[in-house]
């Protein structure tokens, strides 16, 4: 068994970065239909499912799946270990399972003070960007149980594509985007610790497995960036990408019974009004590991 000595992330190593690229771009899939697969039974998925589902998170990083069955957190749990997420990454706010029940609280509820227990939008971000490094969230499962009346839809980007765009414009911004005090979360009391320190690092790392890790919020408050011409140029790009019409942005509304499947994607939320007689209902594991590799 021999041991990969090169890898496309690396800056130094241009001829592998660019055999990556034109097959992550000739793989890419822009049409978001291609993207969904039908299951019958989230909870034993068939082998065709199955590989069709990994098959989408190897080249893109994610995939939809769209079942008519209704699930509740255990089922979920069942289907994310089918792919090989296992390790749930609990916050205080998630039931004893560790999965996170996400609907509009009431107002006098702790969690209204968390933007994703209301129903504004949630701008672009990597899930878990403000946990320490040892509890880096690489895989996720978002499940809509009920969707929105208004509003509430998904934007999803392959973290790899946002690279390849940010590297072809200017190396330089992965290098700056790659340093490990780029991008501090001050202390502050949240959603998933209570009180947590202050989290300082990258956007962008390779894990031990070669695989490319994002770390990333657009939001303008409680964040703090190196304040260097480089790094602003580079986060500056980053949000140009985000706000563009790329067709590698896919934009989905997900129905009840649908549910995203990635390696911690790029996502953003838009604003929602609820159906009074059926609140929005989503489901949210976030897992230690990545979807298996095939
Ligand atoms: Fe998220």
């Known amino acids: 068994m021999?041991?990969?000595?090169?890898?496309?992330?690396?800056?130094?190593?241009?001829?592998?970065?660019?055999?990556?690229?034109?097959?992550?771009?000739?793989?890419?899939?822009?049409?978001?239909?291609?993207?969904?697969?039908?299951?019958?039974?989230?909870?034993?998925?068939?082998?065709?499912?199955?590989n069709a589902l990994l098959n989408r998170c190897h080249h893109c990083n994610m995939a939809i799946y769209a079942s008519d069955v209704e699930m509740d957190?255990?089922?979920?749990?069942?289907?994310?270990?089918?792919?090989?997420?296992?390790?749930?990454?609990?916050?205080?706010?998630?039931?004893?399972?560790?999965?996170?029940?996400?609907?509009?609280?009431?107002?006098?509820?702790?969690?209204?003070?968390y933007i994703p227990y209301t129903d504004r939008a949630i701008k672009w971000h990597t899930d878990g960007y403000y946990n320490p490094p040892e509890r880096r969230i690489r895989g996720m499962v978002l499940h809509c149980a009920q969707n929105a009346g208004i509003g509430g839809e998904n934007r999803v980007m392959d973290h790899e594509i946002a690279y390849l765009m940010l590297r072809d414009e200017n190396p330089d911004f992965i290098r700056a985007l790659s340093a490990s005090d780029v991008m501090t979360i001050p202390a502050r009391e949240d959603e998933f610790d209570g009180v947590r320190e202050a989290q300082t690092g990258p956007v962008f790392s390779?894990?031990?497995?070669?695989?490319?890790?994002?770390?990333?919020?657009?939001?303008?408050?409680?964040?703090?960036?190196?304040?260097?011409?480089?790094?602003?140029?580079?986060?500056?790009?980053?949000?140009?990408?985000?706000?563009?019409?790329?067709?590698?942005?896919?934009?989905?509304?997900?129905?009840s019974g649908m549910g995203l499947?990635?390696?911690?994607?790029?996502?953003?939320?838009?604003?929602?009004?609820?159906?009074?007689?059926?609140?929005?209902?989503?489901?949210?594991a976030r897992y230690l590991e990545r979807v298996v590799s095939i």
Request: charged residues 25%; glycine residues 4%; hydrophobic residues 40%.
């Open 73 to 113: 957190e255990r089922m979920l749990r069942d289907f994310g270990a089918q792919f090989g997420l296992i390790q749930l990454d609990a916050n205080w706010l998630a039931d004893k399972l560790g999965i996170s029940r996400i609907t509009v609280s009431n107002p006098d509820n702790q969690r209204q003070t």
């Open 206 to 255: 390779i894990d031990m497995q070669g695989h490319l890790h994002m770390r990333y919020t657009a939001r303008t408050r409680s964040i703090e960036w190196k304040q260097d011409a480089i790094t602003l140029a580079a986060v500056a790009q980053l949000e140009q990408i985000l706000a563009s019409d790329s067709a590698h942005i896919h934009r989905l509304k997900m129905e």
């Open 2 to 50: 021999g041991i990969e000595l090169t890898s496309p992330f690396d800056l130094g190593d241009t001829d592998s970065y660019l055999r990556w690229r034109d097959k992550k771009l000739a793989l890419a899939m822009v049409d978001t239909n291609e993207l969904i697969v039908e299951i019958k039974d989230p909870t034993r998925v068939t082998e065709s499912e199955c």
């Open 261 to 284: 499947l990635c390696n911690n994607v790029l996502h953003d939320r838009s604003a929602f009004t609820d159906d009074p007689n059926n609140p929005r209902l989503l489901y949210r």
